[in-house]
């Protein structure tokens, strides 16, 4: 695929990066792993130290902008509003498990379970209902997902025999 290799070889190919993971961070990204973005991204567009470097702090600052933005909206909107949404598709009983988790555990949670696989930034609209406090919010979500991310490339260097 030339334009998709185009694309990728473009100054533009970190720009869409960061807004691929803008809608991973608001869980719009159902046709993609999260699992796989970043190891694509290094085999596709990395290379370097710097670049590497760079995919890592991409997907960082655009997974949290995303799952902010998710965040905001359940903290505003609520619950029974995403529920309704076509466009949320967590079903009402795994909500009420990630809730639970919530409670139990409180705002640790959230970067814990956003450095897992599975529970990635499951825990984002719990937080929200909770009214969890922005900032502490933004700081937990990015922690987890650089966790997250520096395990992938850290996997995907080992296999490349790049580390």
């Given at each position: 695929?030339?334009?998709?290799?185009?694309?990728?070889?473009?100054?533009?190919a970190?720009?869409?990066?960061?807004?691929?993971?803008?809608?991973e961070?608001?869980?719009?990204?159902?046709f993609m792993?999260?699992e796989?973005?970043?190891?694509a991204?290094?085999?596709l567009?990395?290379?370097?130290?710097?670049?590497?470097?760079l995919i890592?702090?991409i997907?960082?600052?655009g997974a949290t902008?995303?799952?902010?933005a998710?965040?905001?909206?359940?903290?505003?909107?609520?619950?029974?509003?995403?529920?309704?949404?076509?466009?949320?598709?967590?079903?009402?009983?795994?909500l009420?498990?990630?809730d639970?988790?919530?409670?139990?555990?409180?705002?640790l949670?959230?970067?814990?379970?956003n450095?897992?696989l599975?529970t990635?930034?499951?825990?984002?609209?719990?937080?929200?209902?909770a009214?969890?406090?922005?900032r502490?919010f933004?700081?937990l979500s990015a922690l987890?997902t650089?966790?997250?991310?520096?395990?992938?490339?850290?996997?995907?260097?080992g296999?490349?025999?790049?580390?």
């Amino acid at each position: 695929m030339p334009v998709v290799r185009n694309i990728l070889d473009s100054e533009y190919a970190f720009l869409i990066l960061l807004g691929v993971f803008v809608l991973e961070g608001a869980m719009l990204m159902y046709f993609m792993p999260s699992e796989g973005i970043v190891p694509a991204a290094i085999i596709l567009i990395g290379g370097s130290v710097a670049e590497n470097a760079l995919i890592i702090g991409i997907a960082v600052a655009g997974a949290t902008v995303g799952q902010f933005a998710l965040f905001s909206l359940a903290k505003r909107g609520g619950r029974e509003y995403l529920l309704e949404k076509r466009w949320f598709r967590i079903s009402e009983e795994k909500l009420d498990r990630f809730d639970g988790w919530f409670d139990r555990w409180g705002p640790l949670v959230v970067p814990v379970s956003n450095s897992l696989l599975f529970t990635r930034g499951m825990l984002t609209v719990p937080a929200g209902f909770a009214e969890m406090d922005d900032r502490e919010f933004v700081v937990l979500s990015a922690l987890g997902t650089l966790s997250f991310e520096l395990i992938l490339a850290a996997i995907t260097l080992g296999v490349l025999g790049m580390l």
